[in-house]
């Protein structure tokens, strides 16, 4: 795409913490690797998240201070990890027990591409020399009741990431509710995305221009989502 970028927007950071704001207060949440990692440094004042992931540990905290951490302590993607007090350690089996019998409340995953019906694509660009990543995103998306995705609007090539169809294999079909990007908040409804809220400096056009499906404006703003 040879539109310029726009000059406002959100951090990595700043999108991990925005998200955090939209976690409900005792809810059990699974962090992807990636982006997705930075979101265990934000709790709002107030409330109580547990970080699950899927290697073992309920209880997850951020990622310790450079040579501070314990090098036997890691998450599903080997970086190094904290456990709050009263943290459980368990067998990877019953971990995945935990994800496929419906007992995590929120997922929280990166992308490669969303589709505006909320498929997910997040492994694999389908190229013959791809390197396979399933991971247990699968079972995530199967097992875990809202699956939230964080990622930049675009890729490094400018080339949209939420499009009207995935042309990349699927992790799942449907199972997208909402995404963080640097530039919007966006919910998936039955007719499409719809904008939730703008970052900082970004306008309407701005993400429209950058989005490969037609976008619905703001509507009323959410609240914090309530257990259920």
């Not at 700043?14 to 005792?26: F, K, N, S, T, V």
């Not at 109580?48 to 951490?69: A, C, K, Q, V």
């Not at 509710?177 to 908040?185: G, K």
């Not at 719809?194 to 509507?219: C, H, I, K, Y």
Request: net charge negative.
């Amino acid at each position: 795409m040879s539109e310029q970028k726009p000059t406002g927007g959100r951090t990595r950071e700043e999108m991990a913490r925005r998200l955090a704001q939209d976690i409900p207060d005792g809810a059990y949440v699974n962090l992807g690797i990636g982006i997705p990692e930075l979101v265990a440094k934000f709790v709002p004042v107030g409330r109580e998240f547990i970080y699950h992931t899927e290697n073992g540990l309920l209880g997850m905290g951020p990622s310790p201070e450079p040579g501070t951490g314990d090098p036997e302590l890691i998450n599903a993607g080997k970086r190094q990890v904290t456990a709050i007090p009263g943290a459980a350690f368990f067998h990877h089996a019953d971990s995945f027990a935990m994800i496929r019998g419906g007992h995590l409340d929120l997922c929280v995953l990166g992308a490669l591409q969303v589709s505006q019906n909320g498929d997910l694509a997040n492994w694999s660009t389908g190229a013959t020399d791809a390197i396979p990543a399933v991971g247990g995103a699968m079972d995530l998306v199967a097992g875990v009741k809202s699956i939230y995705v964080i990622t930049q609007h675009c890729t490094r090539n400018g080339e949209p990431k939420l499009v009207e169809l995935c042309t990349f294999p699927l992790t799942g079909r449907g199972v997208v509710h909402r995404i963080y990007t640097d530039l919007a908040v966006i919910q998936i409804t039955p007719a499409g995305f719809q904008v939730l809220e703008l970052s900082p400096g970004v306008d309407f056009n701005q993400v429209q221009e950058r989005t490969g499906a037609p976008l619905s404006p703001m509507a009323d703003p959410p609240g914090v989502p309530k257990m259920t």
